[in-house]
């Protein structure tokens, strides 16, 4: 992966932390969070900020930095990336550690009384700058926000800032119209006494009004904000964005539009405008409340006065997550279609692995290329995850051109990928060897496997939160002193974002998990990583549904279906270590591979990739 030499742009950065016609007053640390304006996750190339300033490319992750210190914070997933990656320039904070520092614990005793902080406003969550500002006062220390990013100003190769086009995504793919999905949110809005609510979750605008876009890779979003009023809907969205269908859609013209009702008339503003608005609506009535997320950034919450703001979880990021009938049917077929390329995939696999010809690099191109043939398919879900050997140990590991490693028959591959279809998103793991694994490594595939069925195989309350559930996945390794340093599951959207809250799988306490509901979406992905050596991760996608229990007549009990259907490679199963019911359930979830699986690949004519499948899902028993 290498390491990215920092000094020359530490040095400007530094320099620009004392101009005043940069700076609101001269700043003695700045902070460089991953976020962009909206909070996402995986961001747009214009906006790596931190990224550029750090030379760690890991989704996750904050730096900060000092006259004399930088240091840079990731989770569990990214300490062996960022070790390759971060220069001498750096220190990494392994984050959320007991022992780990907190950015303002950290500022705090890095800095003398009295310093001044400063940060990119749009870049930082309301409750993080909350966070910070309480830190940092206890020992006299002060946050200000820095409107001009320094980054940006460094940056001087940055790139265009993308403009991508807005599509309409059909009723037949989303299962409920936008004017409904409105209603629905005003209904919420009523309950809190909101008179507006604030919407800065790019997959949250892009959900409500049945939009998709392309303005970040890999995720089916565009930018823009959406005010929703009791009786108004405000969506800042730049023109050029959108196309002659999107007006229709939103009935901003064509025929329909004079007749549309005034509440749900929809007023288009420039992107650059929400500030704008949001000051005038508050200034015209005082007395208004607006609803206003605290994940949204400090620059938005800012705007809002203490006495007319209402912080509380948007009523979306629930509605969302769980799907409605039609999104459910969808998920389903999308992941037959994946099947269908991985077993496509894997057959190709165990044929040219053996020659000597397959790199990580090649690998990821042969199935995206199989997948790109799939009907409704849009696009990956993220990087390919393609790693050999001691590169699978690298938790979310991307392959380039200088870490490149064969494909071997001696090494163990590691494979997490996904697809963006119209009617679903999907994302799979899965650990194979093509020669003879050692007895260790399948000692621990069958605990990682373990630990993936007792998940699968669970029976829970209705609003079981994800972090209850996180040490069945663990539980067979704690047995014997292993462990994994990631969570164990997350949401998955609807032809969306590859990772959806509010709920998850952890070990982590997640203060706005609502707890599993029926027809949420999520993962299964516990694994072992043996740094220098190997790694091993089991991932499946799962609905919650309605389980039935003997006595859970007064409760309501759930359970999990998987909707991945890939099978596991059974030579690096070790069948003594399994129970009856575990090898059972295997047995049943390879017979749902081969009965929706290999009945398409039958249709297609895929003679090999079904051979393949017959193979792998013959019967444990």
Same mark, same amino acid.
């Given at each position: 992966?290498?390491?990215?030499?920092?000094?020359?742009?530490?040095?400007?950065?530094?320099?620009?932390?004392?101009?005043?016609?940069?700076?609101?007053?001269?700043?003695?640390?700045?902070?460089?969070?991953?976020?962009?304006?909206?909070?996402?996750?995986?961001?747009?190339?214009?906006?790596?900020?931190?990224?550029?300033?750090?030379?760690?490319?890991?989704?996750?992750?904050?730096?900060?930095?000092?006259?004399?210190?930088?240091?840079?914070?990731?989770?569990?997933?990214?300490?062996?990336?960022?070790?390759?990656?971060?220069?001498?320039?750096?220190?990494?904070?392994?984050?959320?550690?007991?022992?780990?520092?907190?950015?303002?614990?950290?500022?705090?005793?890095?800095?003398?009384?009295?310093?001044?902080?400063?940060?990119?406003?749009?870049?930082?969550?309301?409750?993080?700058?909350?966070?910070?500002?309480?830190?940092?006062?206890?020992?006299?220390?002060?946050?200000?926000?820095?409107?001009?990013?320094?980054?940006?100003?460094?940056?001087?190769?940055?790139?265009?800032?993308?403009?991508?086009?807005?599509?309409?995504?059909?009723?037949?793919?989303?299962?409920?119209?936008?004017?409904?999905?409105?209603?629905?949110?005003?209904?919420?809005?009523?309950?809190?006494?909101?008179?507006?609510?604030?919407?800065?979750?790019?997959?949250?605008?892009?959900?409500?009004?049945?939009?998709?876009?392309?303005?970040?890779?890999?995720?089916?979003?565009?930018?823009?904000?959406?005010?929703?009023?009791?009786?108004?809907?405000?969506?800042? &969205?730049?023109?050029?964005?959108?196309?002659?269908?999107?007006?229709?859609?939103?009935?901003?013209?064509?025929?329909?539009?004079?007749?549309?009702?005034?509440?749900?008339?929809?007023?288009?503003?420039?992107?650059?405008?929400?500030?704008?608005?949001?000051?005038?609506?508050?200034?015209?009535?005082?007395?208004?409340?607006?609803?206003?997320?605290?994940?949204?950034?400090?620059?938005?919450?800012?705007?809002?006065?203490?006495?007319?703001?209402?912080?509380?979880?948007?009523?979306?990021?629930?509605?969302?997550?769980?799907?409605?009938?039609?999104?459910?049917?969808?998920?389903?077929?999308?992941?037959?279609?994946?099947?269908?390329? &991985?077993?496509?995939?894997?057959?190709?696999?165990?044929?040219?692995?053996?020659?000597?010809?397959?790199?990580?690099?090649?690998?990821?191109?042969?199935?995206?290329?199989?997948?790109?043939?799939?009907?409704?398919?849009?696009?990956?879900?993220?990087?390919?995850?393609?790693?050999?050997?001691?590169?699978?140990?690298?938790?979310?590991?991307?392959?380039?051109?200088?870490?490149?490693?064969?494909?071997?028959?001696?090494?163990?591959?590691?494979?997490?990928?996904?697809?963006?279809?119209?009617?679903?998103?999907?994302?799979?793991?899965?650990?194979?060897?093509?020669?003879?694994?050692?007895?260790?490594?399948?000692?621990?595939?069958?605990?990682?496997?373990?630990?993936?069925?007792?998940?699968?195989?669970?029976?829970?309350?209705?609003?079981?939160?994800?972090?209850?559930?996180?040490?069945?996945?663990?539980?067979?390794?704690?047995?014997?002193?292993?462990?994994?340093?990631?969570?164990?599951?997350?949401?998955?959207?609807?032809?969306?974002?590859?990772?959806?809250?509010?709920?998850?799988?952890?070990?982590?306490?997640?203060?706005?998990?609502?707890?599993?509901?029926?027809?949420?979406?999520?993962?299964?992905?516990?694994?072992?990583?043996?740094?220098?050596?190997?790694?091993?991760?089991?991932?499946?996608?799962?609905?919650?549904?309605? %389980?039935?229990?003997?006595?859970?007549?007064?409760?309501?009990?759930?359970?999990?279906?998987?909707?991945?259907?890939?099978?596991?490679?059974?030579?690096?199963?070790?069948? %003594?270590?399994?129970?009856?019911?575990?090898?059972?359930?295997?047995?049943?979830?390879?017979?749902?591979?081969?009965?929706?699986?290999?009945?398409? &690949?039958?249709?297609?004519?895929?003679?090999?990739?079904?051979?393949?499948?017959?193979?792998?899902?013959?019967?444990?028993?």
């Amino acid at each position: 992966m290498g390491k990215t030499n920092t000094t020359e742009r530490l040095a400007k950065l530094r320099k620009l932390m004392k101009n005043l016609n940069v700076v609101p007053e001269a700043i003695q640390a700045f902070i460089v969070p991953t976020d962009d304006a909206h909070q996402n996750e995986y961001i747009a190339a214009a906006d790596r900020r931190r990224e550029y300033i750090s030379g760690f490319t890991g989704s996750a992750g904050t730096a900060v930095i000092t006259e004399h210190y930088a240091a840079l914070w990731t989770d569990g997933r990214y300490f062996l990336q960022a070790q390759d990656q971060l220069d001498s320039n750096w220190v990494l904070v392994k984050d959320r550690l007991p022992d780990s520092p907190t950015f303002g614990q950290w500022l705090n005793g890095k800095l003398p009384v009295g310093s001044v902080v400063g940060a990119d406003p749009t870049t930082v969550s309301c409750t993080t700058w909350d966070t910070l500002v309480k830190d940092l006062s206890g020992v006299g220390n002060r946050l200000v926000p820095v409107t001009q990013n320094l980054v940006d100003t460094v940056w001087a190769d940055r790139p265009e800032h993308p403009n991508g086009s807005v599509c309409v995504l059909d009723v037949k793919y989303t299962g409920k119209d936008w004017k409904d999905k409105v209603a629905d949110v005003r209904l919420k809005m009523a309950e809190k006494k909101a008179d507006y609510l604030v919407v800065t979750a790019l997959d949250e605008i892009a959900w409500l009004l049945n939009l998709r876009g392309s303005d970040i890779e890999f995720n089916p979003v565009f930018f823009a904000y959406v005010i929703v009023g009791t009786d108004s809907l405000m969506l800042f &969205l730049n023109d050029n964005k959108t196309t002659a269908s999107v007006k229709e859609h939103l009935y901003l013209a064509g025929a329909a539009a004079d007749e549309m009702d005034t509440d749900m008339k929809v007023e288009l503003f420039p992107y650059d405008k929400i500030f704008e608005k949001l000051d005038a609506l508050i200034h015209q009535n005082t007395d208004r409340k607006v609803w206003v997320a605290p994940e949204s950034s400090f620059a938005v919450c800012h705007r809002v006065p203490n006495a007319s703001i209402l912080k509380a979880a948007s009523p979306i990021t629930l509605m969302k997550s769980i799907k409605n009938a039609v999104e459910l049917d969808g998920m389903y077929q999308a992941h037959v279609r994946d099947g269908v390329a &991985l077993a496509e995939f894997f057959a190709w696999m165990e044929k040219e692995v053996p020659k000597g010809n397959v790199t990580e690099l090649s690998a990821a191109a042969k199935l995206e290329e199989i997948r790109s043939s799939q009907e409704n398919y849009v696009s990956l879900s993220f990087d390919t995850i393609s790693g050999s050997g001691p590169n699978g140990a690298i938790i979310h590991y991307k392959p380039t051109l200088e870490s490149d490693r064969p494909v071997t028959v001696n090494d163990m591959f590691l494979l997490d990928s996904g697809s963006q279809y119209l009617d679903g998103t999907t994302d799979v793991t899965r650990t194979v060897h093509f020669g003879q694994p050692s007895d260790y490594q399948r000692e621990c595939f069958t605990l990682v496997l373990k630990g993936n069925l007792m998940l699968a195989m669970a029976k829970f309350p209705e609003k079981t939160t994800g972090q209850r559930l996180d040490s069945f996945a663990r539980h067979a390794m704690w047995g014997v002193g292993l462990d994994y340093g990631h969570g164990t599951g997350h949401g998955v959207g609807s032809f969306l974002n590859v990772h959806e809250g509010p709920m998850s799988i952890s070990f982590r306490n997640n203060p706005n998990d609502p707890g599993l509901l029926s027809g949420m979406v999520v993962t299964d992905e516990p694994g072992y990583y043996e740094a220098g050596a190997f790694g091993i991760r089991i991932e499946n996608q799962m609905v919650v549904q309605p %389980a039935f229990t003997k006595h859970g007549k007064e409760n309501k009990f759930l359970e999990f279906r998987n909707l991945t259907l890939v099978p596991l490679q059974r030579k690096l199963i070790i069948p %003594a270590m399994l129970t009856r019911e575990e090898i059972a359930y295997i047995d049943s979830y390879h017979q749902d591979c081969l009965s929706h699986v290999g009945e398409a &690949l039958k249709r297609l004519g895929k003679t090999e990739a079904y051979r393949w499948l017959v193979k792998e899902t013959a019967s444990m028993a």
